[in-house]
Structure formats: structure tokens, C-alpha cells
């Protein structure tokens, strides 16, 4: 049985826990940081040091978040295998969110208080990222989180390597403009990133003279899209922006499909789904429709070609790369730079460090922004191929400075 399909059977839909998890606007920020000191049982005095992976391995966002935890395992075999950090060889200690937001906090809440990790890779969901959030701030440790996200947060805690809004959305919104799309049919999962998208996006809609033809939720892991479907047919929209997540999107596009919809009348712009996910839903399904990431596979660069030899050699050559994975190893090598830089692990010599923090990644040069933990990227939008591989067919050119509270857009202004 192949990888993606054993993936597919052990991602069995699991109930998520999203009560409480507030939406935050442009106008208040979410940097709820508390400035904590709470002591660190870092062990600096033995020759190895310990950092977290913390990622779903299994439910229905193992589909994405395997290949992340590998991603991540080559960063530290290829550090590790280049001296270490600071003279000390770098120790993974593994863990499983489950698809679950609470198994995510008590897991991040393990490897700082009982493994005495000295950072943590990990999460995929705003909510996952949203349930550990508290605990690293109250712990007073580091997460480096790898994956694009809806923006409006920021945290003394947390490193997003990751796309924030203007770096993803906003610019394939920008795209779609520009190719005359006039109106859209929003379709995502039932949680925080979904619907915090979705409002910028409506937000972007009003002030650019785009229609909003409807808006639909559906749990994650919902595998029905019968009737999802049939109302994105009967609206007749310019083009889909689907925030699903997970494996749901494997049922969205098999019933897209069946129901006779083609990227060519009605394409769809996914910022869920990457290469790792096209083998699971089947390129013949995603032939033509779009995606908007920051990296993929076939980015034309001696880092990636170097990074892409390097993925397949350790996890076989038929595994693609993706941009949530590249993102997760760029943000370990982010961290040893910085520790490096720093001289310290120590979690407020890692902050003070931070600005200006550089890494030749494959995706290009991505800087950490030292005011918002954000890191610079550039915004690409590409096209799903029949091979299998996503082709870039419009890119920002530069690397775009990380907005997560979209301060310099008139239009976002009234978000909440």
C-alpha cells in the first residue's frame, strides 16, 4: 500500500475541540504575551540538546502533516551531520497531535515542562497553533510554526516561517483580480483559519468590486460534499477560494469533479493543498486548478534542487516536497542561526537575536522580521499539472515584508 493511501486509512475523522477560540480582528491585537520568566529546565551542560517535533502522525490531518515532522527530521540529520548547533548535536523527541487542538497543548506542554526541549516544530491548524499558544507563553519556551495561517497574531513565542496574509491570500486575491475575476464561492473548513480568511477576503471583496456568491463551512474531516458542490455549480462564480483542510479536500475535489466542474470555467484557488496533498486527491482531479504557497516543488534554485535531491534520498524518490515542509525545514535552520548568532539558547537571548536572521532556503532568502516573528517571502501562485507538480505561473518577484495585522491595506481596517 502506498504512503498517501496509508495515510488516507488512518485518518479517521476526529471530533475537534474548538470551543473558546476567539477570532481576533486588525484592530485588537493577539499578542497576548505574558512576558514570562518562568524558569527552564534546559539541559545545556551535556553534549546533545533536545527539541521538540510535535505534528499530527495521525487523523485527518496526517495527510499533511507526516511529511512535515520528516522535513523537519532532515534539517536536524543534516545540522547534526555539519557539527550540531553551538558544538552540541541536536536530539528530536517525537510527538503526536492527533488532528486534535487539546492533544497539541498537552503535548507542547510535555516537551517544555518534562522533556525540557529547548524549541518546538510544530502545528499545522490555527488551532492547534492556537491551543499550544498559552502554554509556550505561560512556560516561557519557543514554537516554530511552519504552516501559512490567517494572520492577525503575533507572539515573543512563537516564529512563523509560514506565510501570514499579505504574503498568501492577499495575493492571490490580487492574481485572480487581475485575470477579471469579478466573484467568488468560499468554501473552507469549520475552524478559526477558515473563517478568519474568509472575512478578509470578504473585506477585499467589498473595497475591489468582487461578489461573494455564497460561503460554506463544513467540519474537518468531512468527507459529504454533495450538496457544497451542487450550490457552487448552480452560483456560477469567476473561481472557488477553498481554505478546506486536511483530507476533506480529497472528497471536495473527487465530488468537484464528478459534478462536471473544470478549472478552465470555474477554477478553484486552494492555500491547503500542496504537492504531498495532490498525490492523495490525484492530479487527473486537480489537473489546471490553482494553489497559492510561497514555494513548491519545481522552484528553479540550486538550494532547491540541492534540498529536493537531499528529501527523496532520505524518504524515497517518488516523495514529493511541498511548501508547509520547506517552510519547517527552513525554520530549523532559522533557529540555529539564531542561537548561533545569540551564543545562548536561552529563550530571551533567541528573541533579542532574532531580527535580521537569514536563511538561504529553497523557497529563497527568508529573513526573520524581529518586531512580529514573522519572516519575509515570496508570494507565488502556481498551476496543479498532470505530473503531479505545481508550476509557478505568477510570482511577487521580491520577497514580500510580513503584515500579519494587514496595517497597510485601507480596506482591512474595519476587520474585528
Given at each position: ?99 486534535d487542538p487539546k492533544t497539541f497543548a498537552e503535548k507542547a506542554e510535555k516537551l517544555i515542562s518534562s522533556d525540557c526541549v529547548a524549541a518546538v516544530f510544530g502545528g ?177 534554485s540550486p538550494a532547491n534542487k540541492k534540498f529536493v535531491a537531499d528529501y527523496k534520498a532520505a524518504f524515497g524518490a517518488d516523495k514529493p516536497t511541498s511548501d508547509p ?80 495585522y494587514l496595517k497597510s491595506y485601507e480596506w482591512a481596517k474595519g476587520l474585528k
Amino acid at each position: 500500500m502506498s504512503d498517501s493511501r496509508v495515510l488516507r486509512a488512518l485518518a479517521v475523522p476526529t471530533a475537534v475541540a474548538l470551543a473558546g477560540l476567539l477570532l481576533t480582528g486588525c484592530g485588537a491585537r493577539d499578542d497576548a504575551s505574558t512576558g514570562s520568566t518562568a524558569a527552564s529546565c534546559v539541559d545545556t551542560t551535556k553534549d546533545t540538546i533536545k527539541v521538540g517535533s510535535l505534528h499530527s502522525l495521525s487523523g485527518t490531518m496526517a495527510i499533511s502533516e507526516v511529511t512535515v515532522a520528516n522535513s523537519t527530521k532532515l534539517a536536524v540529520d543534516q545540522i547534526n551531520a555539519a557539527g550540531g548547533v553551538l558544538g552540541k548535536k541536536i536530539e528530536i523527541v517525537p510527538e503526536d497531535g492527533a488532528s486534535d487542538p487539546k492533544t497539541f497543548a498537552e503535548k507542547a506542554e510535555k516537551l517544555i515542562s518534562s522533556d525540557c526541549v529547548a524549541a518546538v516544530f510544530g502545528g499545522w491548524t490555527s488551532s492547534s497553533r492556537k491551543a499550544m499558544k498559552p502554554k509556550f507563553e505561560s512556560l516561557n519556551s519557543l514554537l516554530y510554526y511552519p504552516v501559512q495561517y490567517e494572520g492577525l497574531e503575533d507572539s515573543k513565542n512563537i516564529f512563523y516561517t509560514g506565510a501570514t496574509t499579505n504574503q498568501q491570500i492577499v495575493p492571490a486575491l490580487d492574481y485572480l483580480k487581475q485575470k477579471g475575476i469579478t466573484s467568488l464561492y468560499l468554501v473552507g473548513s469549520d475552524y478559526v483559519f477558515p473563517q478568519t480568511a474568509n472575512r478578509e477576503i470578504r473585506a477585499y471583496a467589498a473595497a475591489n468590486g468582487i461578489e461573494i456568491k455564497g460561503e460554506d463551512y463544513t467540519p474537518l474531516g468531512s468527507t459529504d460534499f454533495s450538496t457544497i458542490v451542487n450550490k457552487v455549480r448552480t452560483a456560477k462564480a469567476g473561481a472557488v477560494f477553498n481554505t478546506l483542510n486536511g483530507d476533506s479536500n480529497v472528497a471536495f475535489f473527487r465530488e468537484y469533479s464528478n459534478a462536471g466542474l473544470k478549472a478552465a470555467e470555474m477554477p478553484v484557488v486552494s492555500v491547503s493543498i500542496a504537492e504531498e496533498e495532490v498525490v492523495g486527491i490525484g492530479a487527473d482531479r486537480l489537473a489546471g486548478q490553482l494553489t497559492a504557497w510561497n514555494y513548491y516543488q519545481t522552484v528553479d534554485s540550486p538550494a532547491n534542487k540541492k534540498f529536493v535531491a537531499d528529501y527523496k534520498a532520505a524518504f524515497g524518490a517518488d516523495k514529493p516536497t511541498s511548501d508547509p515542509m520547506e517552510a519547517a525545514y527552513a525554520s530549523v535552520f532559522l533557529w540555529k542561526n539564531t542561537v548561533e548568532k545569540a551564543k545562548s539558547f536561552a529563550v530571551a537571548d533567541i528573541q533579542a537575536a532574532a531580527d535580521g536572521v537569514s536563511f538561504e532556503a529553497p523557497e529563497g532568502t527568508v529573513t526573520i522580521d524581529g518586531s512580529n516573528h514573522h519572516v519575509t517571502k515570496v508570494a507565488r501562485i502556481g498551476e496543479i499539472r498532470p505530473d503531479g507538480l505545481i508550476y509557478t505561473v505568477w510570482d511577487s518577484g521580491k520577497a514580500i515584508t510580513p503584515d500579519p495585522y494587514l496595517k497597510s491595506y485601507e480596506w482591512a481596517k474595519g476587520l474585528k
